[in-house]
């Protein structure tokens, strides 16, 4: 089942929103740090030493863990997931199912499939819709506000998280498409020199988030929590994990420094 119709956006709207939304710049209220983890290594063996970490880091800082059990849903229960799935959530950490879009291209419908499974198969907080395009053509935002919409017809407390990967048109934010928009995926190189956009002040720093692979140690990860910071960005995950296909698969080796780093940042009493 998906929606009866399509919202359209005409350029006069999209005009007005940009319009309405792009206001005065000021700093936005900040609210906590929250690590967004791409959980995308299986639960076993060294993968359930990960989910285990993963789920006691919520006694100290928020935490959000994207499930991806075959990019996407699979097509049956998982029962090793639905173990890590409702262990992590009893200790507080929040669930997102991941699903792909092929940069708008994939059907709809399959997307929908997919949404539609997570709720069957998984206990969930809300969805990440991954490969997301940052083109701001009116098709691309029919797309996404649809998947957005449906989501949120579905259950109005789930959170929609989708990544462009790249900082993507104000638009986006604005209307919204998204609770929050991952607006950085890369190594350290391209963070260092990444220009953030002065409009992204006018929103609320969970608008935002940030994720960056191949950081060697805990001190320049440290340094690149400051940054995320200073650019407005309230999510965060800093890994030293690193490849081409997936550079999620595993928990950063200073994981625990990276969870106490970010309670005591967060004014947190027992870091």
Avoid at 97 to 117: F, H, K, Q
Avoid at 150 to 178: C, S
Avoid at 261 to 266: L, Y
Wanted: hydrophobic residues 45%.
């Amino acid at each position: 089942m998906f929606l009866g119709s399509r919202i359209r956006i005409h350029a006069a709207a999209v005009l007005a929103a940009v319009a309405l939304f792009a206001g005065g710049s000021h700093w936005a209220f900040a609210a906590p740090l929250e690590l967004l983890v791409p959980a995308y290594f299986y639960p076993e063996a060294k993968g359930l030493t990960y989910w285990a970490n993963l789920t006691a880091a919520a006694s100290k800082a928020p935490v959000t863990a994207i499930v991806n059990p075959n990019s996407g849903p699979g097509t049956s229960v998982d029962p090793n997931y639905t173990a890590v799935v409702n262990n992590a959530r009893a200790a507080g950490v929040k669930t997102i199912g991941y699903v792909p879009t092929s940069y708008g291209a994939r059907p709809l419908n399959d997307v929908v499939t997919d949404i539609n499974r997570y709720l069957s198969f998984y206990a969930i907080d809300g969805i990440f819709i991954d490969e997301m395009a940052d083109d701001g053509s009116a098709a691309s935002v029919n797309y996404y506000l649809a998947i957005y919409q449906y989501i949120k017809g579905l259950n109005p407390g789930f959170r929609v998280i989708m990544n462009p990967g790249t900082t993507a048109p104000e638009l986006y934010v604005g209307l919204p498409l998204a609770d929050a928009l991952v607006t950085f995926e890369s190594g350290p190189r391209p963070y260092r020199r990444l220009q953030t956009p002065t409009w992204v002040r006018n929103y609320a720093n969970d608008r935002f988030a940030h994720l960056v692979h191949d950081v060697g140690t805990l001190d320049t990860a440290l340094g690149f929590i400051t940054l995320a910071q200073q650019r407005n960005a309230g999510l965060v995950y800093i890994t030293n994990d690193k490849g081409a296909s997936n550079p999620w698969n595993s928990l950063p080796a200073y994981w625990s420094g990276l969870v106490s780093e970010v309670c005591r940042r967060n004014g947190g009493a027992n870091c």
